[in-house]
């Protein structure tokens, strides 16, 4: 039987640090984090001009957090999938397909959303 280990601190602070590497990499290889980033800051520097509050304020940090969660986890399919898979299949592009589409539809909610937040604050 597989021994349990007791909880350390030590511990999950390594798997911090593998978060901040991951993170890290993501950003130096993967074209589309730069344009996130863009757009992430577009709207932090929008949400502190407006002075965004409460509501509106939190479905915009969700939808953010959406479209990056989805393209990191989209950027983790491809890689996978490249590994496991390195010729040409239409079954991969297929599944990586469907990863990229999740990402989009993030990305467009997000952009409803800051449409319907941010658009009526320009004519106040």
């Known amino acids: 039987m597989k021994r349990v280990e007791s909880f350390s601190w030590k511990a999950r602070l390594g798997s911090l640090r593998f978060a901040v590497s991951g993170f890290g990499r993501f950003f130096f290889e993967e074209h589309n984090a730069l344009l996130h980033l863009v757009a ?6 929008l949400i502190v001009f407006f002075r ?21 986890i ?16 239409p079954r991969v592009k ?3 397909d469907l990863a990229a589409a999740a990402v989009l539809v993030a990305a467009v909610l997000a952009l409803v959303t ?8 320009f004519f106040i």
Do not use: C, F, Q
């Not at 965004?52 to 990191?72: D, F, H, P, Q, S």
């Not at 800051?114 to 604050?121: A, D, F």
């Open 40 to 45: 992430t800051v577009v709207v932090a520097v």
């Open 52 to 72: 965004i509050r409460g509501a509106e304020l939190l479905a915009l940090l969700i939808v953010t957090a959406g479209v990056w969660i989805t393209e990191l």
């Open 74 to 89: 989209n950027t983790a399919i491809e890689k996978i999938m490249d590994h496991l898979s390195p010729a040409k299949d």
């Open 94 to 96: 297929y599944i990586k």
């Open 114 to 121: 800051g449409i319907i937040v941010l658009t009526p604050k």
